[in-house]
């Protein structure tokens, strides 16, 4: 598959088969994402893989996913945002549970920052953080190329998650990213057209 063809196909999903993903795929797909550029060339990236239904219950306790959604309030929430963004988060919230629990498995993407997030004041210390979704972007790719989609879903809270995972406490949490299968009925939500000229600025802004 051409790499124009595998980036196209790369899309986001949140509604899953009930199919397994097997061992071969989920392993090329981590090898090609420590292909991923690293700041430090060191790679200091780690994948826990979880499939449990107990783990996952976890995460969702931890990020208060467990809650009733309301529609109407969130409609209210993003009335006046673009047509695009709204749509994407009324389809992506109340998913957010279902997702974790439906995905044959979620991919939780831990790296060595820095320094503590908190305490990041310059945007140098955050390579680290760019490092990690490089490595992300490979292992999505990857996976699109095998038919196997994914959602990544930033945590809230991950001090809680890296308790109940027993997460060492200097690493973090780039993202818990369900994946699987597409659904046949999975929403495929239409992207914003770029006009690609419009955001090519030659030696300054302009």
């Known amino acids: 598959m051409e790499l124009k063809e595998v980036i196209e196909r790369r899309r986001t999903v949140r509604d899953f088969k009930n199919e397994n993903i097997s061992d071969e795929i989920l392993k090329y797909a981590i090898e090609n ?9 060191l790679r200091e990236w780690d994948f ?14 931890s990020e208060n996913l467990d809650k009733e959604i309301s529609i109407n309030e969130l409609t209210k ?39 503590a997030i908190e305490k990041v004041d310059r945007i140098y210390d955050l390579n680290c953080v760019a490092s990690a979704w ?3 972007e490979n292992l999505l790719l990857s996976l699109a190329e095998r038919d196997v989609f994914g959602v990544t879903y930033i945590p809230q809270h991950t001090d809680k998650i890296k308790k109940k995972l027993n997460i060492p406490e200097e690493l973090e949490i780039a993202a818990i990213i369900p994946i699987g299968y597409k659904a046949e009925n999975a929403k495929i939500l239409k992207q914003k057209e770029i006009n690609i000229s419009e955001r090519i600025h030659l030696d300054c802004w302009k």
């Open 134 to 136: 490089c490595c992300i």
């Open 77 to 115: 929430v993003f009335e006046n945002e673009e047509l695009i963004k709204k749509e994407m988060y009324l389809d992506a919230i109340p998913k957010q549970k279902k997702m974790i629990l439906n995905a044959p498995i979620v991919v939780i993407v831990v790296f060595r920052p820095k320094k």
């Open 33 to 41: 994402a420590f292909k991923a550029p690293s700041y430090n060339h």
């Open 48 to 61: 826990i893989i979880v499939k449990s239904l107990e783990t996952k219950l976890q995460l969702i306790e």
